[in-house]
C-alpha cells in the first residue's frame, strides 16, 4: 500500500491523487458530514417537474467536487431535470470530466483559466438534442453556451454564467463590455434566448449594479425570478437569475432551498410548443361591391377648401376623415 501510495503521489498532483483514492475506495464521501433530508423532500420542486415543458435550473454549488454526492442525489430522487446549470465548480483543468458524470446525463464544463475557484458546468438530459455554442464563449466571462433544438420552431441558445462579485479580483474589468458584445451577438440571431446562473448583482436592489441591468434592458432580457436566492444571517439577496428575451415562453419559475452549497436552487419550465393564442375578432366592411368611379364623382362635389387651406394639419385631418365616414355610412359603393 506504501508503494502504491509514492506511486500515485509521484506521478499526480495532491488534487488528483485524492480523486484517484475515492474512486479506488468507493464508498468514502469527500466531505463527509451530518447528512439532511433537505435534497429528498421539496414538494414545490415534485410539483414544477409535473409540468409540461423544458425544466431548466440553475444552482451555486460551491465546489462540485465535495458536493457531487448531493448532485447524484437530485437526480436520483427528482426525474424529469432536463437541464442543471451549476457555477463555482471550481473544477480545474486536472479534473477530468468523467469524474462528474451522472447516468442519463451528459456533463460539459468550463474552468477558470487564470486562479482559483469559478468555474460554470451543466448537466444535459439524454432526452435533450442540443450542440455547443463555442463561438460565444470567452475567458472574460466565465460561462457556457448550449443550443437547444427543437422540432417545428427555431433553436433556443441558452447561456450558463458566473459573474464573480464586484470585490473579487476574478472579476474581471471588462466583464460588461465583453457580456454586452456577447447578448448583441445572439440578439442578432432571430430566435428566443435564456441566460442563468449566479451574476452577484443584487434584483432586490433597483440601484444594484444599474450598468449590467441596462444591458440587459438594452436586448429585452427580462430577469424572470423573484425570490431570494442567497440568505444570511441578516441579509436576503437575490444574485441566482434567470432571464429571457421572450417572457411569455416561460410557464413558471421558483426558488427551491437545497443542501447544496449556500445559495437556493432556481428553476423553470419553458414552454414547448403549446404557445396559446387568444382569439381576434375584426369587423371590415364588405366592398364585394365598390363601385370606384361612383366615389369619386360624389368626392369632386365636395368643398374642399377647408382641408387645402388650412394651416392646422391635425384640424384639416379632422375635417377631412369627418367627411369621409360620412360618405362611407350614407352611400354604398
Not at 465583453?178 to 441566460?195: A, D, Q, R, Y
Request: hydrophobic share 35%; with cysteine.
Amino acid at each position: 500500500m506504501e508503494i502504491l501510495y509514492v506511486a500515485l503521489y509521484v506521478r499526480t498532483s495532491r488534487r488528483n491523487l485524492i480523486n484517484l483514492l475515492i474512486l479506488l475506495c468507493g464508498d468514502i464521501e469527500s466531505c463527509p458530514g451530518p447528512q439532511t433530508d433537505e435534497v429528498r423532500d421539496v414538494p414545490r420542486l415534485n410539483t414544477l417537474l409535473n409540468q409540461s415543458g423544458m425544466k431548466i435550473f440553475h444552482q451555486n454549488v460551491r465546489g462540485l467536487f465535495s458536493n457531487r454526492v448531493y448532485i447524484s442525489e437530485l437526480f436520483e430522487n427528482f426525474k424529469g431535470i432536463d437541464i442543471l446549470a451549476l457555477s463555482e465548480t471550481h473544477i480545474t483543468k486536472e479534473d477530468p470530466e468523467s469524474f462528474f458524470e451522472v447516468p442519463g446525463y451528459t456533463f460539459v464544463s468550463n474552468y477558470r483559466k487564470k486562479g482559483k475557484g469559478g468555474g460554470v458546468a451543466a448537466y444535459i438530459s439524454n432526452n435533450v438534442a442540443w450542440e455547443r455554442r463555442h463561438d460565444l464563449e470567452n475567458e472574460v466571462t466565465e460561462s457556457i453556451w448550449i443550443e437547444i433544438i427543437l422540432k417545428h420552431t427555431k433553436n433556443i441558445p441558452i447561456g450558463i454564467f458566473y459573474r464573480p462579485p464586484d470585490s473579487s479580483k476574478y472579476l474581471h474589468r471588462d466583464f460588461n463590455n465583453t457580456f454586452n458584445e456577447v447578448l448583441s451577438s445572439v440578439s442578432s440571431e432571430p430566435c428566443e434566448s435564456i441566460v442563468l446562473g449566479d451574476f452577484n448583482v443584487n434584483y432586490s436592489v433597483p440601484g444594484d449594479n444599474p450598468e449590467f441591468k441596462a444591458i440587459m434592458n438594452l436586448y429585452s432580457f427580462k430577469q424572470m425570478i423573484n425570490k431570494p436566492t442567497r440568505i444570511s444571517g441578516s441579509t436576503k439577496t437575490l444574485i441566482d437569475i434567470i432571464a429571457t428575451n421572450n417572457p411569455v415562453s416561460i410557464k413558471t419559475t421558483d426558488v427551491f432551498p437545497l443542501s447544496i452549497g449556500d445559495h437556493d436552487m432556481i428553476g423553470c419550465v419553458r414552454k414547448i410548443n403549446s404557445t396559446k393564442f387568444k382569439p381576434r375578432t375584426v369587423t371590415c366592411r364588405d366592398y364585394k361591391s365598390y363601385n370606384q368611379r361612383q366615389m369619386n364623382n360624389e368626392l369632386k362635389l365636395i368643398d374642399w377648401s377647408y382641408v387645402y387651406n388650412n394651416s392646422n394639419v391635425n384640424s384639416a385631418w379632422i375635417y377631412m376623415k369627418t367627411i369621409m365616414m360620412m360618405m362611407m355610412m350614407m352611400s354604398v359603393y
